[in-house]
T-cell receptor, first 116, second 113 residues
Framework: EPEVTQTPSHQVTQMGQEVILRCVPI?????FYWYRQILGQKVEFLVS????????KSEIFDDQFSVERPDGSNFTLKIRSTKLEDSAMYFC??????????????FGDGTRLSIL | DAKTTQPNSMESNEEEPVHLPCNHS???????IHWYRQLPSQGPEYVIH???SNVNNRMASLAIAEDRKSSTLILHRATLRDAAVYYC??????????????FGQGTILTVHP
């Protein structure tokens, strides 16, 4: 069964550094999402992306964050000037045709980001 | 998203059925009911979704009340691998929302051998 894959599985970065989290969504999917989960807390929506632009973003997704689909297969989340509070699991998800016909989202296993 | 209410935790024995309830009294006529689960150290996993009629798939069944104000996820024979946090979610579809999922605390399911 096709999967969403995320790399790396664990990223350790010094505070203030930039980090790029990578995702390969399922190949025929058109809608892409990033979520995060701080340890012991709920999964939180960050951003949705369709047709090469951001569709929706949460309050968390400020100017520090950006997303990109640099080629036909990868979907990346960039965090500039990381802060301690950015430490979390980051999940990428994709869906085939998105919200209008209630397609389910398929998640990767996440990247654990640790900011020192 | 419409608000959902789930018990904080439930327990089951292996190979017994599990009924996970969810209340969503403010559901609108176009809201689908989605269930996801999150196994330890993994990302959320889609389980099932439905609108009005009961639904079955290889993982579970979804029973939806006639007034749609509640639903029940049914695992017919729980296994140890079903131990997870189960989330009942009513995603917004349309308007200013593009399908984001709003996760609550969910129900922690413990399965005993």
């Amino acid at each position: 069964e096709p999967e969403v894959t995320q790399t790396p599985s664990h990223q350790v970065t010094q505070m203030g550094q930039e980090v790029i989290l990578r995702c390969v969504p399922i190949s025929n999917h058109l809608y892409f999402y990033w979520y995060r989960q701080i340890l012991g807390q709920k999964v939180e929506f960050l951003v949705s992306f369709y047709n090469n632009e951001i569709s929706e973003k949460s309050e968390i997704f400020d100017d520090q964050f950006s997303v990109e689909r640099p080629d036909g297969s990868n979907f990346t989340l960039k965090i500039r000037s990381t802060k301690l509070e950015d430490s979390a699991m980051y999940f990428c998800a994709s869906s085939e045709r998105g919200y209008r016909i209630n397609q389910p989202q398929h998640f990767g296993d996440g990247t654990r980001l640790s900011i020192l | 998203d419409a608000k959902t209410t789930q018990p904080n935790s439930m327990e089951s024995n292996e190979e017994e059925p599990v009924h996970l309830p969810c209340n969503h009294s403010t559901i609108s006529g176009t809201d689908y009911i989605h269930w996801y689960r999150q196994l330890p150290s993994q990302g959320p996993e889609y389980v099932i979704h439905g609108l009005t009629s009961n639904v079955n798939n290889r993982m579970a069944s979804l029973a939806i009340a006639e007034d749609r104000k509640s639903s029940t996820l049914i695992l017919h024979r729980a296994t140890l691998r079903d131990a997870a946090v189960y989330y009942c979610i009513l995603p917004l579809a349309g308007g200013t929302s593009y399908g984001k999922l709003t996760f609550g605390q969910g129900t922690i399911l413990t399965v005993h051998p």
